[in-house]
């Protein structure tokens, strides 16, 4: 396990500034997922951490010790990517072991790393195949095997399932999740999606051109959220914000009756935010706001609505699976106040300054 510490650490290339003076503390043991839209920085950033990228600016610290300079065997750290990069005329046994074979460790000790490995990930009886032979998911698990036999101080993942289907990326994430108890050791991941994000991390840090948004837990993240950005970054289907203003004490909600306030006292108030599990929806009409059932997605387990209010963009609902509403029919919609998040004018969170 290993701490590891970037202190303003930036990164461009040429004149365009992809890292913007990043500090970040990961804990031993740790599970930190970086996450954002494409472009965010988000793999650049895990690259700069591995040394396969240089720097521009900053210090990166592992286990207090400077690596900023340093090459990627250097800093002892496992990468497993999106592409497998198996050999295709090696044994998955001599996938395993090939690294190891390459750094000259005896050969009893590379054979019994990769026995012990082999059983840890449910590969022992796959160790004389080809990777042709094996599925999508065995061959990511071997890709993982391969970074576990060398006993490396931190893993980095840089989506290593994006190549995988709906079904296998599921099976897959349950099992880096049991990888990461039974180990116990830092690992940082790479992805752009959130859901992944939210069923893996300890923590999450959230990054947009850059900058880091925001880092919390994933609840921390799904009900206080820094700002706009991570409000609809953050949560499937993402937040739903409408157009406010703060008017005596009340939040007026797309321009229609207000709510009570609670401690705000600021008057910059631009939007509000609610995701679509604290409204609920009523067939009658009545409610906070008013409109009218454009799509209905019926899911099994849920039933999502998208209302189209006036003056605003859908909103989506989500309703019980047998939830009779119907298109075209006329709804109003009654928030959750407490769950309620108020924005200010450039973006940021209100409910998150002090004495708000």
Do not use: C, W
């Not at 740790?30 to 591995?50: D, H, I, Q, Y």
């Amino acid at each position: 396990m290993a701490v590891i510490e970037l202190k303003g650490v930036e990164k461009s290339f040429g004149s365009v500034k992809v890292i913007r003076g990043v500090d970040l503390k990961v804990e031993h043991g740790e599970f930190v997922v970086f996450v954002g839209p494409s472009g965010s920085g988000k793999s650049t950033l895990l690259r700069l951490v591995a040394g396969l990228e240089e720097t521009s600016g900053g210090t990166i610290l592992i286990d207090g010790r400077d690596v900023t300079n340093l090459g990627p065997a250097e800093r002892e750290l496992a990468m497993v990517f999106q592409s497998y990069a198996l050999y295709p005329h090696k044994t998955i046994r001599g996938n395993m072991s090939f690294g190891l074979e390459v750094a000259g460790f005896p050969k009893d000790e590379i054979r019994q790393r990769v026995d012990e490995v082999a059983r840890l990930l449910q590969l022992s009886d796959y160790l004389e195949r080809k990777p042709r032979e094996l599925s999508g998911g065995q061959r990511q698990r071997v890709a993982i095997g391969r970074a576990i036999v060398r006993e490396p101080v931190a893993f980095m993942f840089d989506e290593p399932l994006s190549n995988l289907d709906a079904g296998l990326r599921v099976d897959m994430r349950i099992e880096i999740t049991k990888l990461h108890q039974r180990l116990g050791a830092t690992m940082i991941y790479v992805t752009h999606d959130q859901v992944e994000a939210m069923t893996l991390a300890d923590r999450i840090v959230v990054l947009d051109k850059g900058i880091i948004q925001q880092t919390g837990s994933p609840l921390e993240l799904y009900e206080h959220p820094a700002n706009l950005f991570v409000a609809q970054f953050i949560g499937s289907p993402k937040m739903n914000v409408l157009p406010a203003a703060f008017k005596e004490g009340r939040i007026s909600i797309n321009g229609g009756v207000g709510i009570e306030a609670g401690k705000m006292t600021g008057t910059d108030v631009a939007n509000v935010g609610i995701r679509p599990d604290d409204i609920e929806i009523s067939p009658d009409g009545t409610g906070l706001i008013h409109g009218k059932v454009d799509v209905v997605e019926r899911l099994g387990s849920d039933t999502f609505a998208y209302v189209a209010v006036p003056g605003a963009h859908a909103v989506t609902v989500r309703a019980p699976r047998d939830s009779a509403v119907a298109i075209g029919q006329d709804v109003g919609l009654t928030f959750r106040p407490e769950r309620l998040q108020i924005f200010a004018v450039d973006g940021t969170s209100l409910r998150l300054r002090p004495g708000v």
